[in-house]
């Protein structure tokens, strides 16, 4: 009898095992690597190893409820799944089984627009779990504003764009090996990513009814962001495993930005308040 | 996870840590990492002495000296042990 997945894995790290056996060495790297010489990878990781607990004892917590809420709905636990790119590498069925696998436990994930199977047939799999869909700009205003109402139209919980990604960094990891991603080599697209722009962000904003997050801004308190992302909820990105070139936001920063994150982060707003009513924790 | 959502995060998202998951064993790896994944949440929550995440602030934490080289497998150090140990 095959051995179940309970007694398989009992240790987050066994997973990582198990990981590192299935991939051959390019995908493997791609999981574990980062941007340029992974610095920025290694001072994130610094910054959470760095903080400790606190913790109190002699109180009644037999009853502990671990699930949350965001932008209206219920999560077993608030911990979504990151947009990763090409995650047909790991899984065949790539998004599909992303969100198969979070509908049945009960969180929720964030699709990347340069994933397989796409828009659609990750929605459909993800049924009514929490989805949100993240685009990476890769053509003009009209182009963008199509994808906002496709998954708005599909369902998707919320509309998040990757702000931090003007450049593609130079994955040194793979520039070793004299490897580069297809998908990388062939994106002449880019360019619409460089132009993307607060004027965009506001013309999303303004056009349509969907809570929108701007994953990888450098800083929650930039002036510009403050003024210009009252609506938005901000994604502050701190493991420095895509493209990104910059720290977005470090948590030895969050300490003096209280109630900043470096998770996912929204502000009460017009656009996440039409979905979600009660949406700040405290 | 805590130590994000303690910091003001009202969700965190993960990224390399389902990839495992998927990679090892697909939708039901994925899901076995995250009933793994709950468990440490609630016991974080329980030694910490707090029945939900509303009850947390930032004393709850405190800066800390690291253990371990900071590196993209520094949250695993037992990934290194051997199979038998004694």
Known sequence: MPE???????????????????????????????????????????????????????????????????????????????????????????????????????NGMILSSVSEPGLDKTAEAAGDGFKIFQLYVRGDAQWVDDHVRRAIDKGYDAFCLTVDTDSYSRRERDIAKRHQRRRVRVDDARVFQAQFNWRDVERIKKGFDVPLILKGLPLPRTPRSRSSTGSTASMCQTMAGGSSIRVSVRSTCCRRLPRRSVGMRASSSTAASAAAPTWSRR | MVKALILGADAVACGRLYVYGLAAAGAEGMVRLFEILEDEIRICLSLLGVTGYHELDKSYIRPARQVVEPHVHSAFPHLDLPHETY
Do not use: M
């Not at chain 1, 799944?81 to 992303?98: E, I, K, R, W, Y």
């Open chain 1, 4 to 106: 179940s997945l309970e007694s398989r894995f009992q240790n987050l790290h066994e997973f990582v095992t198990q990981a590192r056996t299935n991939l051959d060495r390019n995908n493997w790297d791609y999981l574990i690597g980062g941007s340029e010489t992974e610095t920025t990878l290694a001072r994130n990781r610094l910054a959470l190893d760095a903080i400790g607990f606190r913790p109190r004892v002699l109180r009644d917590v037999s009853n502990i409820d671990c699930s949350s809420t965001l932008f209206g709905k219920r999560l077993r636990i608030p911990v979504l799944c990151a947009p990763v790119g090409s995650l047909q590498v790991f899984d065949p069925g790539g998004g599909a089984t992303v969100a198969e696998a979070t509908r049945t436990f009960g």
